[in-house]
């Protein structure tokens, strides 16, 4: 029977299905942060029990983490250096692998599993983490889950799972200049809304996927949660292999080990007539950058638009667009190239890797920040920061006015020291513009990071597209 | 895990849609290393006005609602984040059940809970609820017409019955591997550690494709 790429995995790791209709699906790589996984070692000491498999589950420490290196050394915090300390001793305790503050590698965890090659095609890889849809970019099967869950994949290996549905989303057409896998993705959540994918696992096709790198394809995978879906994918192919294949990838196989695995990885890509229980299609050919108005991702619009009137967006009650302009601070009516921004932030497992910052450094090369906007560009990890400044683009962020830092979620979250105060505005390139999620008070847009940097330059949203 | 078999008690309602984890629990809780100490920050940043008080129209804040264990929503609860913590500020500031309305906009089914909220409740005795909308109104307007309104919760029978002005019964669906977890109280780790021979077997045979063990 004709199988989807997501069927062709899910089959090959069943390790037993259950009476109850579930299945325990195995796990084959587990990643672990600092937040998420303290509870679960705590629940594996209290039930005596050890680490099934530790050489398959990796750490790294980034939510919490400074992005100063003053602080690195000695995090003021205590509440965020004793969760830090514990995932330490979490680690040498049951011998699991962490890339943590000291190490060359560390990162955000979504950023340096496929810079170690723990990514790869038709693999199933779990994180308490939900942008751990991410790593669907290399066609493999990735989701997030909850600490309970994170306890019971690191004592059994495997997870309880109900199958979700498929969801094909196929963009057609080219995207023309200035415009981003970033935008492909919001104006999907802005279509299908921020629950459309729930129960379902997301595979992205069509020209303009194919088109895309690694990088793009990872910034349109991370974002597959905030459409509510369990996981996004992207099949395999050249693009693919040759990411792999490059680089200092520890955990990635090479010489024969590897040849033998692209021909097992060139069989995933799902069947042409298999069948999907949904199917969307988006033309990419006249999409403009996208940028949020509200306080959800499907809150979203051209750049070229209006801030929306009550009672005319669809899907959302007169209610709830009332409280999102409110807390925003956003009159209707407002073109969205009048809106000025106080904080630029380019960064996050979204859009913090080499290719974003290079695109960010193109804006800001010659250029400088506007007047009384703060601009932090935080490298997705630690290596990613090496090859920028290799590159000397960290020269031209900091000529320009930008703030350079070392790897973190940064104020993706603002769980760390950075932060937006309250009323503050941001152009962010990370992908939660909730209420509160940069920093108490904190009104976010989400945008691309030409869009971010364009911003930043002009003190408030520009077309990126008529940039001279 | 605690059971959960039958619950009675106070309503509280909440009338929005798609609150998300950062607001469940905002992410300055999230350092904790223990499982405990969460009901206090549940909605921490809504029931506060902006000079850090308390505010008196917030409905959890009220003096009715106090011992509430019951909470009704709008749909997409839960959505966001994966932390479980979100589950955990729910279900220790005292709650037992949320329930929350499956809506039907422009053809498609806007779900009542986000998926991991849901799977992570499972987890943690808590009762997710889906209601058609229109029966979710009628308990948001039962709570209206009487504040403080109590209501019972029969998983075995699969209702809510709501004690306003009269006695009313409302009949829910639930999946039925859900609802055996809840009846049972399963620990789900003992569960599947009984199926580790399956898994040693399945791992002879199955290829993670870990090829290196960095230095
Ligand atoms: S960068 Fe943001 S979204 Fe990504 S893992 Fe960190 S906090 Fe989560």
Redesign the interface.
């Known amino acids: 029977m004709a199988k989807t790429l997501f069927q062709k995995i899910w089959d090959r790791h069943v390790a037993k299905e259950l009476a109850d209709g579930t299945v325990l699906l195995y796990i084959d790589r587990h990643l672990i942060h600092e937040v998420t996984s303290a509870q679960a070692f705590e629940g594996l000491r209290l039930a005596g029990r050890p680490v099934r498999r530790p050489e398959l589950t990796v750490a790294t420490m980034d939510h919490n983490v400074p992005t100063e290196a003053k602080e690195r050394k000695n995090i003021a915090d205590a509440i965020s250096r004793a969760q830090i300390e514990m995932l330490e001793k979490n680690c040498k305790d049951f011998g699991v692998t962490l890339y943590g503050l000291d190490s060359e590698r560390q990162g955000i965890v979504h950023i340096i599993g496929p810079e170690l090659g723990l990514t790869l095609p038709g693999t199933t890889i779990v994180c308490g983490d939900s942008h751990t849809s991410t790593h669907g970019a290399f066609g493999t099967l990735a989701f997030g889950i909850g600490t309970s869950e994170v306890e019971h994949v690191l004592a059994t290996q495997t997870l309880r799972q109900t199958k979700p549905g498929t969801f094909r989303v196929d963009f057609m057409g080219r995207l023309r200049p200035g415009v981003t896998a970033k935008d492909m993705i919001l104006k999907l959540i802005g279509t299908i809304g921020t629950s459309g994918g729930t129960g379902s696992v997301l595979e992205y096709t069509g020209e303009a996927v194919r088109a895309l790198s690694m990088e793009e394809r990872m910034t349109v995978c991370n974002m597959s949660i905030e459409g509510g879906a369990r996981a996004g994918m992207i099949a395999p192919d050249d693009t693919t292999f040759d990411y792999v294949s490059r680089g200092e990838r520890p955990f990635a196989p090479r010489g024969a080990a590897l040849d033998q695995a692209i021909a097992y990885w060139k069989t995933l890509p799902s069947d042409p007539d298999a069948a999907f229980d949904r199917t969307i299609t988006i033309d990419v050919d006249k999409l403009a950058p996208q940028v949020t108005w509200g306080t959800n991702p499907g809150m979203v619009m051209d750049v070229t638009e209006r801030v929306p009137e009550p009672g005319s967006v669809p899907g959302y009650s007169r209610v709830d667009v009332e409280k999102a302009l409110d807390y925003m601070g956003l009159t209707p009516g407002t073109p969205l190239t009048d809106v000025p921004v106080n904080v630029v932030f380019i960064g996050s497992c979204t859009n913090g890797r080499i290719e974003d910052l290079r695109r960010a450094a193109m804006v800001m090369s010659g250029r400088q920040v506007a007047k009384g906007v703060q601009v932090l560009v935080v490298p997705g990890s630690e290596s990613v920061r090496k090859q920028a400044e290799a590159e000397n683009l960290d020269k031209i962020f900091k000529a320009a006015g930008c703030e350079w830092r070392f790897a973190g979620c940064s104020m993706c979250l603002g769980m760390n020291p950075d932060q937006l105060k309250n009323q503050q505005r941001s152009a962010s390139t990370s992908n939660r513009n909730f209420e509160g999620r940069q920093g108490k008070g904190g009104r976010t847009h989400l945008v691309s990071p030409e869009m971010a940097a364009a911003a930043a330059i002009a003190g408030h949203f520009v077309d990126f597209r008529e940039w001279k | 895990m605690t059971p959960f078999v039958k619950e009675h008690g106070i309503v509280v309602p909440l009338d929005?849609?798609?609150v998300?984890t950062?607001?469940i629990i905002?992410?300055?809780f999230?350092?904790?290393?223990?499982?405990t100490g969460f009901g206090e920050t549940l909605f921490f940043?809504w029931k506060r006005r902006?000079d850090g008080t308390l505010d008196p129209e917030f409905p959890l804040n009220q003096a009715h609602f106090k011992d509430a264990i019951i909470m009704v929503v709008r749909?997409?609860f839960g959505?966001?984040?994966?932390?479980?913590?979100a589950?955990w500020a729910v279900v220790q500031a005292g709650f037992r059940v949320v329930i929350a309305p499956t809506r039907v906009?422009?053809g498609?089914r806007?779900?009542a809970f986000?998926?991991?909220f849901a799977?992570?409740s499972v987890?943690?005795g808590l009762l997710t609820i889906e209601l058609p909308e229109t029966e979710v109104d009628r308990i948001f307007d039962a709570i209206t017409a009487t504040p403080g309104m109590k209501a019972t919760v029969d998983l075995t029978l699969q209702t809510i019955t709501l004690h306003g002005a009269k006695d009313e019964t409302i009949r829910f669906e639930i999946d039925?591997?859900r609802k055996?977890h809840l009846l049972r109280g399963l620990d789900?780790?003992a569960l599947?550690?009984e199926?580790?021979t399956?898994?040693t077997s399945?791992?002879a045979k199955?290829d993670?494709?870990?090829?290196?063990?960095?230095a």
């Not at chain 2, 959505?79 to 913590?85: A, K, L, N, P």
């Not at chain 2, 993670?208 to 960095?214: E, F, G, K």
């Open positions: 929005r849609a798609n998300d950062d607001q905002p992410k300055q999230l350092k904790s290393i223990r499982r940043d902006a749909n997409n959505c966001g984040s994966s932390r479980e913590h589950v906009l422009d498609n806007v779900p986000a998926d991991i799977s992570n987890k943690n039925s591997i055996d789900d780790i599947t550690l199926h580790a399956q898994i399945f791992e199955h993670t494709q870990l090829r290196a063990q960095p």
